[in-house]
């Protein structure tokens, strides 16, 4: 039985943005629901061809030409990356008739080599967007109320729209398939890896660093490989969208490239899967739970800039006296500072670093934010508060 369409946040913002440019490309993890997405929306006014097709990838790296008066536009292209020899060719079409907008969809699921032949060819002339994994707030029955098992069942499973929709589904079987082909597509594409075992291995150990400043000596020691190699494992993860690197902020923006980034996983279900957690009831607990919960939050303020169409701009806070924030977001020339807490009782005290931020920032501050599990509200002074978790997701 095929599951139902489930309305994305996103698609206010595409439906718009193919009335303005010529071309759109929709990047995100493999299995984020692309391609349900896009024929969903424009199935009535676009065709459909997809680069996984052995035959149509060989005609359009090879005849470009043929293949574009046998697929004509509007069109919607499906995995890309593998013909990225067309993208002069589209640029040719759109220039032609630069007055037509939404002509070629595009999509895929590798976003750096992606977007330098986008950088190449497209630009001016295309609209670049990313779909993650549901939110919550796409995935919850808005007649029901939001609980903290229906939290926790979220973590366990994460937001992949099979396993999502498809409550039967086993985790750890898809999570073991998904890596598999998520290893013997992306990771080989991207890069070439000499023996997948040890990015496996680098997977599983990144996923016990999560939420924690990242230190290359320290992972290329464990693993036994050269810095670089991590620093390029790293990017293949950042460039197939599985993970977030946070870095450090300062009003001196040039600090912030030289110190090290926290990373972060962007989908909870594959962090359990990488971490060995398996049931309701290993969620938030043990030494890594307050880690967990963090990853929940900075993903649902991930998509919400996503599925506005905007980048992400990110950051946390750590001071030499050890005074943390665990994000800052920038946006709109105001920053909005955030701490974590897996507790279900506020006091004061877990506010501190907070404060401290205020006092440092207060002018630059738009509104501060203690998310934790608890329904009460709590004002720590004109701008910070005490949120619950599922109030918070709902203001993204």
């Known amino acids: 039985m095929p599951h139902r369409y489930v309305s994305r946040d996103i698609e206010k913002i595409l439906m718009s943005s193919v009335k303005m440019f010529p071309s759109v490309i929709i990047t995100g993890p ?69 007055h037509k907008f939404g002509q070629f969809i595009l999509t895929g699921s590798q976003l750096f080599p992606l977007m330098a032949n986008v950088g190449e060819s497209l630009a001016g002339r295309i609209g670049v967007f990313t779909l993650l994994p549901f939110s919550i707030e796409e995935q919850i029955n808005k007649n029901k109320p939001f609980n903290n098992d229906m939290l926790k069942r979220f973590a366990l499973r994460g937001g992949f729209p099979e396993i999502t929709l498809n409550k039967a589904m086993n985790p750890e079987l898809w999570f073991a398939g998904y890596l598999q082909t998520y290893l013997e597509r992306d990771v080989r594409q991207l890069r070439q890896i000499g023996s997948l075992v040890d990015f496996q291995r680098f997977l599983q150990l990144i996923a016990a660093f999560n939420g924690q400043a990242v230190n290359l000596s320290s992972l290329s020691r464990d693993l036994g490989v050269a810095i670089n190699t991590i620093k390029a494992w790293l990017s293949i993860l950042e460039a197939s969208s599985q993970i977030i690197l946070i870095k450090p902020f300062y009003l001196n923006k040039g600090k912030r490239i030289i110190k090290s980034p926290k990373i972060y996983f962007l989908d909870t279900g594959l962090l359990c899967y990488l971490s060995g957690i398996s049931s309701i009831n290993q969620i938030f607990k043990g030494p890594l739970s307050d880690q967990l919960f963090e990853t929940v939050v900075i993903g649902e303020i991930v998509k919400r800039f996503y599925n506005n169409g905007k980048i992400p701009k990110i950051y946390w806070w750590r001071t030499s006296y050890g005074e943390e924030v665990d994000f800052v977001i920038e946006d709109k020339g105001k920053i909005i500072p955030i701490e974590v807490k897996l507790s279900a009782k506020i006091n004061m005290e877990m506010a501190k670093g907070l404060i401290n931020f205020y006092n440092l920032f207060s002018d630059k501050i738009e509104r501060g934010f203690l998310i934790n599990l608890s329904q009460d509200k709590i004002k720590f002074n004109d701008k910070i508060e005490s949120i619950s978790f599922i109030d918070f997701a709902k203001l993204c």
């Open 30 to 98: 493999r299995q984020s629901g692309k391609t349900t997405l896009l024929k969903h929306l424009f199935s009535k006014t676009h065709s459909y061809v997809s680069m996984d097709n052995p035959d149509l990838r060989l005609m359009a790296i090879n005849e470009a030409e043929l293949f574009f008066k046998n697929y004509k536009p509007p069109i919607i292209i499906d995995e890309v990356q593998y013909a990225p020899q067309i993208f002069s060719y589209i640029k040719m079409l759109i220039d032609k008739e630069r």
